[in-house]
């Protein structure tokens, strides 16, 4: 039964998520091992893996042909981060229709705060289970659930139990949180990793029980003793978590005002020793901060560059920022200023990663006129190659700079997050 301010919580994740979506699109590989990759790229990692290849050995992060070695008949295939965006994207217009409460956690994961939905839909499990047939018939992915008064609680119920149960729900809270929860050893807690996880053995405290079971001041001295006196609100954030305490709610649209916009790229340092070779992809990410820019009304004062130089052993970073005499997003303008910038604070090293920013934003419905530049003609022009990429794709218009060898754009223009679309 519910408290009077209790809240009931999920958090929902589609299970091995790439190769779920993968396997929907490809049903001949419905009971074969299937993993996310390149495969053309033996070195490259495993993004996903089918719960077949897991069975087999096959594990996130390790290199393709590792895996392969695991598992001979492993169906390995070439990622597409659009496809998933959009499913992911289904996925929450489903969870939509239960509450308008819905949080991305991650692109598989979501929260969502069914507290006002129990009296229209059934409880918290029939909730769950309606959700799950929702998403496996459209769109083949199996959820896991976890339920939970708390955001953490429910994110705990799923990472530790609802995953390695057949119907792939979980209900964790107080009536359960000692019985369930405490035993588990200590790497298991949420944000505790294998650094932290060694802290916690010295002190004596193996078991998420042994952190719960402190009074709040014991555990901060304890914390103090072993990690110095700044410890104080990592205590306070670990006994929390330990008891399933989290006062955050849950928040459909996490997106406030933007403060920056930017963009980086990593390069192959030993292509990137010439200037000429450098500008290019400078120009080119100078172009897609402005279109970002413009594409949620803003224009901004400072400009930013970064960099990473390298001599082959050793690594040296410069970031400098020069301040505009007035608001911009016309490439060219940012462009001059970047370039000077990189001119100045270069040592001449070949480059390893390139990065742009634009920050002191403000809305670009007004703009300073200049004296000798026509503005309003070149943001004229600036709006309508934005209105041909957003029709037409990044690649159906762009600078000639960009088809050179040392260009980038029309290769970043068929990835997202670094990956294929």
Same mark, same amino acid.
């Given at each position: 039964?519910?408290?009077?301010?209790?809240?009931?919580?999920?958090?929902?994740?589609?299970?091995?998520?790439?190769?779920?979506?993968?396997?929907?699109?490809?049903?001949?590989?419905?009971?074969?091992?299937?993993?996310?990759?390149?495969?053309?790229?033996?070195?490259?990692?495993?993004?996903?893996?089918?719960?077949?290849?897991?069975?087999?050995?096959?594990?996130?992060?390790?290199?393709?042909?590792?895996?392969?070695?695991?598992?001979?008949?492993?169906?390995?295939?070439?990622?597409?981060?659009?496809?998933?965006?959009?499913?992911?994207?289904?996925?929450?217009?489903?969870?939509?229709?239960?509450?308008?409460?819905?949080?991305?956690?991650?692109?598989?994961?979501?929260?969502?705060?069914?507290?006002?939905?129990?009296?229209?839909?059934?409880?918290?499990?029939?909730?769950?289970?309606?959700?799950?047939?929702?998403?496996?018939?459209?769109?083949?992915?199996?959820?896991?659930?976890?339920?939970?008064?708390?955001?953490?609680?429910? @994110?705990?119920?799923?990472?530790?139990?609802? *995953? +390695?149960? #057949? $119907?792939?729900?979980?209900? !964790?809270?107080?009536?359960?949180? %000692?019985?369930?929860?405490?035993?588990?050893?200590?790497?298991?807690?949420?944000?505790?990793?294998?650094?932290?996880?060694?802290?916690?053995?010295?002190?004596?405290?193996?078991?998420?029980?042994?952190?719960?079971?402190?009074?709040?001041?014991?555990?901060?001295?304890?914390?103090?003793?072993?990690?110095?006196?700044?410890?104080?609100?990592?205590?306070?954030?670990?006994?929390?978590?330990?008891?399933?305490?989290?006062?955050?709610?849950?928040?459909?649209?996490?997106?406030?005002?933007?403060?920056?916009?930017?963009?980086? @790229?990593?390069?192959?340092?030993?292509?990137? *020793? +010439?200037? #000429? $070779?450098?500008?290019?992809? !400078?120009?080119?990410?100078?172009? %897609?901060?402005?279109?970002?820019?413009?594409?949620?009304?803003?224009?901004?004062?400072?400009?930013?560059?970064?960099?990473?130089?390298?001599?082959?052993?050793?690594?040296?970073?410069?970031?400098?920022?020069?301040?505009?005499?007035?608001?911009?997003?016309?490439?060219?303008?940012?462009?001059?200023?970047?370039?000077?910038?990189?001119?100045?604070?270069?040592?001449?090293?070949?480059?390893?990663?390139?990065?742009?920013?634009?920050?002191?934003?403000?809305?670009?419905?007004?703009?300073?006129?200049?004296?000798?530049?026509?503005?309003?003609?070149?943001?004229?022009?600036?709006?309508?190659?934005?209105?041909?990429?957003?029709?037409?794709?990044?690649?159906?218009?762009?600078?000639?700079?960009?088809?050179?060898?040392?260009?980038?754009?029309?290769?970043?223009?068929?990835?997202?997050?670094?990956?294929?679309?």
């Amino acid at each position: 039964m519910l408290g009077k301010n209790e809240r009931t919580i999920l958090l929902i994740d589609g299970q091995s998520f790439y190769a779920s979506v993968e396997k929907s699109a490809y049903p001949e590989y419905k009971n074969k091992p299937v993993a996310v990759g390149d495969p053309d790229r033996k070195s490259g990692i495993i993004l996903a893996a089918c719960p077949i290849a897991k069975a087999r050995g096959v594990t996130t992060a390790e290199r393709v042909f590792e895996a392969q070695a695991k598992c001979p008949d492993l169906i390995v295939i070439r990622p597409r981060m659009q496809r998933y965006i959009t499913i992911s994207l289904l996925i929450t217009k489903i969870f939509e229709n239960f509450t308008d409460l819905v949080e991305p956690y991650s692109i598989d994961e979501q929260f969502l705060d069914i507290t006002g939905s129990l009296a229209l839909f059934g409880s918290s499990e029939e909730i769950a289970r309606q959700i799950q047939a929702q998403v496996l018939a459209s769109t083949g992915v199996w959820s896991r659930v976890g339920i939970g008064p708390t955001k953490i609680l429910a @994110k705990t119920a799923t990472d530790n139990f609802a *995953k +390695k149960r #057949e $119907d792939g729900i979980f209900q !964790l809270g107080p009536e359960n949180i %000692e019985k369930d929860l405490w035993p588990l050893p200590i790497n298991q807690m949420f944000m505790v990793a294998s650094r932290m996880t060694k802290h916690f053995v010295r002190m004596g405290l193996p078991t998420i029980g042994h952190v719960a079971r402190l009074e709040l001041g014991d555990f901060k001295r304890r914390m103090r003793r072993e990690m110095g006196k700044q410890a104080d609100i990592q205590a306070e954030y670990y006994w929390q978590t330990a008891r399933g305490i989290d006062p955050s709610p849950v928040v459909p649209s996490i997106r406030g005002k933007l403060k920056s916009v930017s963009h980086g @790229k990593a390069l192959r340092s030993h292509l990137y *020793k +010439k200037i #000429e $070779d450098i500008e290019v992809v !400078l120009l080119e990410l100078v172009v %897609e901060v402005c279109r970002r820019a413009r594409r949620h009304g803003y224009m901004g004062r400072v400009v930013s560059v970064g960099a990473v130089e390298t001599d082959g052993e050793r690594a040296f970073h410069f970031g400098r920022q020069l301040t505009l005499p007035h608001a911009t997003s016309l490439t060219h303008e940012v462009a001059a200023a970047a370039r000077k910038l990189f001119i100045e604070h270069w040592r001449g090293l070949p480059i390893s990663r390139l990065f742009i920013s634009l920050t002191d934003l403000a809305g670009d419905d007004v703009y300073q006129l200049t004296l000798f530049d026509n503005r309003p003609a070149a943001y004229a022009i600036e709006h309508a190659t934005d209105s041909i990429k957003d029709r037409y794709g990044d690649t159906a218009i762009m600078r000639a700079s960009s088809l050179l060898n040392s260009g980038v754009a029309r290769e970043r223009a068929g990835q997202i997050g670094g990956h294929y679309k």
